[in-house]
């Protein structure tokens, strides 16, 4: 094997590497990442995309899996929008097509989870999520037996993407346990 293979080979076998890392698991305004559906894989024809996510949510109880009612007092309301630019620019890589991406969440969030605490409110701009990505498709369109529809896409598509949730504003740790904006800082 050439030099350069061996380089590949190690540089892939560090990255793979497990290794111990810090992260928290939340709600974020794409996901999940990676898609569910297998033909998300195929970009749009380049160009320019643009729009907007509405969203609302509201729970007001918490039932476990036997159908037990845990948190009667639950009380949480979701409001979000998120505005959003796709880019797919004229450009061919490996025989591929490759997008831009990126939405900023913005909304409000209301609730409490036990009635022993006041409802709270927190308005505000969430973290960003931009993504790159890279699609190919190896297959042939077949053409739709209705005259007006699209080209059907038969054959494999392949994607690669790195998405990202970009950490912006201040962070301060003790919020989460505050009952009430500006509250009074109590620390074990």
Not at 10 to 33: D, F, H, K, M, Y
Not at 103 to 118: D, F, K, M, N, Q
Not at 129 to 135: G, I, K, M, T
Request: aromatic share 10%; proline share 9%.
């Amino acid at each position: 094997m050439t030099r350069h293979v061996w380089f590949v080979l190690a540089a892939a076998l560090i990255g793979c590497a497990p290794s111990v890392s810090l992260a928290v698991e939340g709600s974020t305004v794409a996901g999940p990442i990676g898609g569910t559906d297998i033909r998300s894989a195929q970009l749009p024809p380049p160009g320019l995309y643009g729009g907007a996510v509405f969203l609302y949510a509201e729970a007001h109880q918490y039932i476990d899996g036997f159908g037990n009612v845990v948190l009667p007092d639950l009380d949480l309301t979701r409001k979000r929008v998120g505005p959003f630019l796709f880019w797919v620019p004229d450009v061919q890589i490996l025989g591929g097509s490759i997008a831009f991406a990126g939405i900023v969440p913005a909304g409000t969030e209301c609730g409490r989870i036990v009635a022993a605490t006041p409802k709270r409110c927190i308005s505000g701009v969430g973290d960003p999520y931009v993504e790159a990505a890279w699609s190919r498709y190896f297959g042939t369109p077949r053409k739709s037996r209705f005259g007006d529809a699209f080209p059907i896409a038969e054959g494999l598509t392949i994607a690669l993407a790195f998405g990202m949730v970009v950490p912006s504003g201040k962070y301060d740790v003790i919020d989460a346990t505050e009952s009430e904006p500006g509250a009074a800082d109590v620390r074990p």
